[in-house]
């Protein structure tokens, strides 16, 4: 109810400009704030923190790095080798006459040796800084035979003790060139065997109309051995047939154990053909 004689309100009506208070006073005497820049500081009393330098954590990521390959090599005992690795032939020991090393009684049984010329021997032996040899090749002919031509055979044993390089890596890989040597008139097979050293292979030359020849290659550790058989029929007008492939496999086989074996015996100091200054 509205009383007579009074002034009409006004809710909405504002101050005079004089008597407003500003929003915001202006202290002439105030320190400027500056919003930080960066993460706030230690309290008071704390040592100051050094940060590490950027190369001490490179050298942690090379010393780090060192030691993984460190332990890799320990666990595939390329550590222990070093530069050079100890050559490893499996007990088998080097020996100046293999004439006298190589057992060769299944083929004797069969054939009769041939006697060498003196300024021919049958073998030989080489020791050098990074490869040892020796080797022998026997002439041999069928036993009971009267051809004034007859068939003759031919037994190599050639053993190489490897001292700067172990040849696991290239052996396989070494037999198998054979397989691309061949020609209209003869090829080559290669057939691992099992039984003897580490690994071992038999390459077999396959001629048009008979057995070539046959390879007995086998590897010891650092020791490669090979016993090679040929077979030559005698004259144009002979004809003489090579025994089966299978029967001079076997004689290869245990005449390659019985010279495996021999090798690891000590070498003769009476052996024929011994280097006279050893």
């Known amino acids: 109810m509205a009383i007579p004689g009074a002034q009409p309100q006004q809710p909405y009506s504002q101050q005079p400009t004089s008597t407003a208070m500003p929003a915001y006073q202006f202290n002439p005497y105030a320190q400027p704030h500056t919003p930080p820049t960066g993460p706030p500081g230690p309290p008071p009393g704390t040592p100051p923190h050094r940060s590490t330098p950027r190369w001490l954590w490179a050298l942690g990521g090379v010393v780090i790095a060192s030691a993984t390959w460190a332990a890799t090599l320990m666990a595939t005992g390329a550590l222990d080798k070093g530069d050079e690795a100890t050559p490893d032939y499996r007990g088998h020991l080097f020996h100046h006459d ?8 299944s083929f004797i049984a069969q054939y009769e040796l041939s006697e060498s010329a003196a300024d021919d021997p049958d073998g030989y032996s080489s020791q050098q800084k990074g ?14 035979e009267t051809s004034r031509t007859p068939p003759t055979t031919y037994v190599t044993t050639h053993v190489e003790w490897h001292k700067k390089a172990d040849p696991a890596g290239e052996f ?4 198998r060139t054979w397989l691309d040597q061949k020609s209209e008139s003869y090829q080559y097979k290669v057939t691992p065997v099992k039984g003897f050293g580490d690994e071992a292979y038999l390459v077999k030359e396959e001629r048009a109309n008979s057995l070539g020849s046959l390879k007995l290659q086998v590897r010891a550790g650092w020791m490669t051995y090979e016993m090679s058989w040929s077979w030559f029929g005698g004259g144009p007008d002979d004809d003489f047939e090579p025994p089966p492939a299978q029967t001079v496999l076997g004689w290869m086989k245990t005449d390659t154990r019985a010279t495996l074996a021999a090798l690891k015996k000590p070498d003769s100091k009476e052996a024929p053909g011994r280097d006279p200054g050893a």
């Not at 293999?98 to 009684?105: D, F, R, S, T, V």
């Not at 490869?131 to 009971?144: A, F, I, N, P």
């Not at 396989?172 to 037999?175: F, K, L, N, T, Y």
């Open 172 to 175: 396989a890989s070494e037999q």
């Open 131 to 144: 490869l040892d040899v020796s080797s022998c090749s026997r002439t041999m002919t069928e036993r009971g």
């Open 98 to 105: 293999m004439c006298q090393a190589a057992e060769l009684k």
